[in-house]
């Protein structure tokens, strides 16, 4: 995860006669040329400083370090990585890094999914990242409403471990639902560390969109810097999330709780992560159960800001299943549910509350219990409950 030095030295030696079940060191740049190389069975590479770049191994088993990877080097056949520890190094995967127009920032969210999904089938199980500084382009056309479609997505059984020293920024925007990062449908995930930066403050307000249904306009409160959407067996532990236009986290399902394709979102861990001035609500629940939030930081949710105002309910955290009637029978219609939600040892704060009299709160209405809520800190602002059971 750090850029190792690499030598300048061209290898002395080509692959045309590498034998079964042999180890190459790379100590040396091995230019493929464009080539394609057939590789007998089981070649291991290691790394040793040098690269190996524009081609092509095709594999019959074995294995490569993780280092001598690259955007010019192909993978075909049977192969791994030798550790399932990978370390992104942003030089080797053109991504660029600093402020960029929105063609590259959309480049850089092609290229870093695509990597993501490469080391994964290639047996990586912890992606690392250390310093990296970038923007992605995440929203799509206006009228495609899948928070996920367009958003950096992690696989199942993953971990992206990211430092003190990573920030995952939002491209700024006119669409009224991008997500930044996602977990769609995925299980056993694990994000810590790192940064994840919305455009609050930058994002264009005034651009119109056409739902499924003809309507038009949007107070653009549905942009989310990450979406849980029927996630099971999740862990975010460590990661700072700030300044979306809409939600900091939003924790939801797939499809209605009453329908028999529904994809519950369960067992999931919140803990160690600040959530700092969403526009909206800085972490949301609408449609899960099994929740833990432990030790977490809520500042300032909902507040106004330099550029953008606070947007209704405008609060730390909320939870907010839908809920109906059947206009017929008058029975409740539960669209959504939130169930099993543990709330402990948090803090939650309004920096300025008489600049921002409605920001802040926890708000929980409409969930099933058991909703328990202990020994959390509140520092100008403080708990609501409405029409909430157990």
């Known amino acids: 995860d750090t850029d190792p030095e690499l030598t300048d030295i061209p290898c002395d030696f080509d692959l045309n006669n590498v034998v079964a079940n042999s180890s190459i060191v790379v100590n040396c740049i091995l230019d493929l040329n464009e080539a394609t190389v057939d590789l007998p069975q089981n070649v291991n590479f290691e790394f040793e400083g040098g690269i190996i770049i524009n081609g092509t191994l095709n594999f019959s088993g074995g294995n490569i370090d993780g280092k001598i990877l690259n955007s010019t080097l192909d993978l075909q056949g049977d192969v ?163 300044d979306p236009a809409g939600d900091c986290l939003n924790i939801t399902s797939i499809y209605h709780f009453f329908d028999p394709r529904h994809i519950r979102s369960k067992n999931i861990t919140l803990k160690n992560n600040k959530f700092i001035r969403a526009r909206r609500t800085n972490l949301v629940i609408t449609n899960a159960e099994y929740v833990y939030i432990e030790n977490n930081e809520f500042i300032d949710g909902g507040i106004d800001t330099e550029n953008s105002k606070g947007i209704a309910p405008s609060s730390n955290f909320n939870i907010e299943p839908v809920r109906g009637k059947n206009p017929d029978t008058g029975e409740l219609i539960e669209y959504e549910r939130v169930s099993h939600i543990f709330i402990k040892n948090n803090k939650q704060i309004v920096n300025d509350k008489t600049a921002n009299p409605r920001a802040g709160s926890f708000q929980l209405s409409h969930g099933n219990g058991p909703i328990i809520v202990e020994n959390n800190e509140m520092i100008n602002t403080g708990i609501s409950f409405t029409t909430t059971d157990g």
């Open 80 to 242: 791994k990585l030798s550790d399932p520890c990978f370390g992104f190094i942003p030089s080797r995967w053109d991504i660029v890094q600093g402020k960029v127009n929105d063609q590259t920032a959309t480049k850089n969210r092609d290229n870093i999914e695509l990597l993501i999904n490469m080391v994964k089938e290639l047996g990586a199980t912890k992606f690392k990242i250390n310093a990296f500084d970038a923007y992605f382009k995440v929203d799509g056309p206006l009228n495609e409403g899948v928070p996920a479609k367009h958003a950096i997505n992690l696989p199942s059984d993953f971990h992206l471990a990211m430092s003190s020293e990573t920030h995952i920024r939002m491209q700024p925007n006119g669409h009224f639902r991008p997500t930044l990062l996602a977990i769609y449908d995925e299980k056993n995930v694990i994000m810590s560390g790192g940064y994840l930066h919305g455009e609050r403050d930058e994002h264009n307000y005034q651009s119109g969109y056409v739902d499924s249904d003809g309507a038009t306009g949007s107070t653009h409160e549905w942009v989310n810097t990450m979406i849980i959407q029927g996630g099971e067996n999740i862990t975010i532990d460590g990661v700072t999330f700030t």
